[in-house]
């Protein structure tokens, strides 16, 4: 739910760079290797295969798309069901969906990126770059860095102004009202939950260097990790003529909705469009593979945990029983007695998206779908639930092949 707040909008200052752009690198695409697949998760992969299409049968799920990254090799992806439910085209593997809050782990890979070049420190200043800006009280301001609002520590109430994201206000205009609500909480204190807040790291990045947030993301991310249908704003989406259409319950039946422009207005927290190929390049690069773009170090920091944070969603309560939750930067973070699983879901105009990384097990798997429901909300607890079936002869197999140091393309 919207926080409901009773807001006077105040005259947008232009937001001034202190500093010129800087030079940026280009940074040069440099594809990992391929592996032979384990045998074991082969057959582990036609099982999860087999669950998900009664999954999705028994959920009526329209359309969906899910893909599995093992190491730096794409081992499963596959479109499920219809693009619209009234029209016969398949989900592919280039069918485009927005991807909702996973968006934010964009946000912070991006980040990452340019802390890597030095043009950016986690520890910067949102006021340094953005001079106008303020918190009420004012004498927080010179508190807030780049960690807190990637981390939803900003101690804004939970949800500020998310009511005026859905009714299409300019993100310069939220951004404004935010100096005009106490604080729920210090700086760097609690965790509360945001979009309008967690996309000042979109202007902050366009002051420091001179282009816009998406077309960083588009230089820095999808073009290096070659995601040739992801996009960042509607116009996009629009224009493509593969992709998904959103669903809405109507009378016990899935129906298709609008597409409607909410949440482009907050880039960097819900506005990314990518089809599951673009998701799984981006998955390869998550698992440490692709350091000409981001570093494994970089990422150890995306994924550490800065502050508790409640998990919401139950089904990986169930997969096994969590000792705790936290949210990294960009990231939810779920510890289990044994195990750490890094994860994002979002839900935005009838569209469900989950992202799961294991490092441990050199694991990622996606999910888009363009409905919510079972098949969005169990299917990654569903794989690491049999995968975990499956481990001992898995490890096995690659304790057995590691010394032969293949990297050996799938057929």
Same mark, same amino acid.
């Given at each position: 739910? =919207? ?49 998900? $299409? ?37 989900? *592919? ?25 030095? %043009? ?17 009280? &004012?004498?927080?301001? =010179? ?14 109430? #939970? ?11 300019? %993100? ?10 106490? %604080? ?13 807040? #967690? ?13 816009? #947030? ?5 230089? &820095? ?13 509607? @116009? ?14 109507? &009378?016990?039946?899935?129906? +298709? ?11 960097? !927290?819900?506005?990314? /469009?990518?089809?599951?190929? *673009?998701?799984? /390049? ?6 440490? /593979? &692709? ?45 289990? +007695? /044994? ?28 999910? $888009? ?6 098949? @969005? *909300?169990?299917?990654?607890? $569903? ?12 490890? !096995? ?15």
């Amino acid at each position: 739910m =919207g926080l409901l707040v009773i807001v006077v909008p105040l005259l947008v200052a232009q937001v001034i760079t202190r500093e010129q752009p800087p030079e940026q690198r280009v940074k040069k695409v440099a594809e990992p290797p391929k592996r032979a697949i384990n045998p074991h998760f082969k057959e582990l992969l036609k099982e999860y295969e087999d669950e998900i $299409l009664e999954l999705s049968k028994e959920s009526h799920t329209p359309g969906a798309a899910i893909a599995v990254v093992y190491d730096s090799t794409i081992v499963f992806m596959k479109g499920f069901g219809l693009r619209n439910v009234l029209k016969p085209d398949s989900v *592919d593997i280039n069918t485009v969906f927005r991807i909702a809050s996973v968006s934010k782990c964009f946000a912070s890979f991006l980040a990452g990126s340019l802390v890597e070049d030095t %043009l950016l420190a986690w520890s910067d200043t949102v006021v340094h770059y953005l001079p106008t800006f303020h918190l009420k009280p &004012r004498e927080e301001t =010179g508190k807030l860095t780049v960690r807190h609002v990637l981390s939803h520590t900003t101690g804004l109430p #939970y949800h500020a102004f998310t009511n005026m994201v859905e009714e299409g206000a300019s %993100l310069d205009s939220m951004l404004s009202w935010l100096g005009n609500i106490n %604080l729920a909480s210090p700086v760097g204190r609690a965790y509360s939950y945001q979009n309008v807040a #967690y996309s000042i790291v979109g202007k902050v990045i366009e002051s420091r260097t001179g282009k816009s #947030y998406n077309e960083q993301l588009r230089d &820095r991310v999808f073009l290096p990790l070659n995601m040739t249908n992801a996009s960042v704003d509607y @116009a996009s989406m629009m224009k493509n003529i593969n992709i998904a259409t959103p669903h809405q319950l109507a &009378r016990g039946k899935w129906r +298709p909705a609008k597409i409607t422009d909410t949440y482009y207005n907050v880039a960097p !927290a819900g506005g990314v /469009n990518a089809s599951i190929s *673009d998701m799984a /390049n981006w998955m390869i690069a998550l698992l440490g /593979n &692709r350091p000409d773009v981001i570093t494994p170090e970089t990422l150890k920091e995306l994924f550490t945990p800065e502050v508790k944070a409640p998990s919401k969603n139950r089904n990986y309560g169930r997969m096994h029983r969590l000792s705790n939750s936290y949210y990294g930067l960009g990231w939810r973070v779920l510890h289990y +007695p /044994n195990d750490t699983l890094i994860y994002h879901g979002g839900y935005v105009n009838g569209y469900r998206s989950e992202v799961a990384i294991n490092n441990k097990e050199r694991i990622a798997v996606c999910i $888009l779908a363009n409905s919510p429901g079972d098949l @969005a *909300d169990n299917g990654i607890p $569903l794989f690491f639930n049999l995968y975990e079936a499956r481990r001992d002869s898995i490890v !096995a197999w690659e304790k057995k092949r590691k010394p032969l140091g293949e990297k050996l393309a799938l057929p």
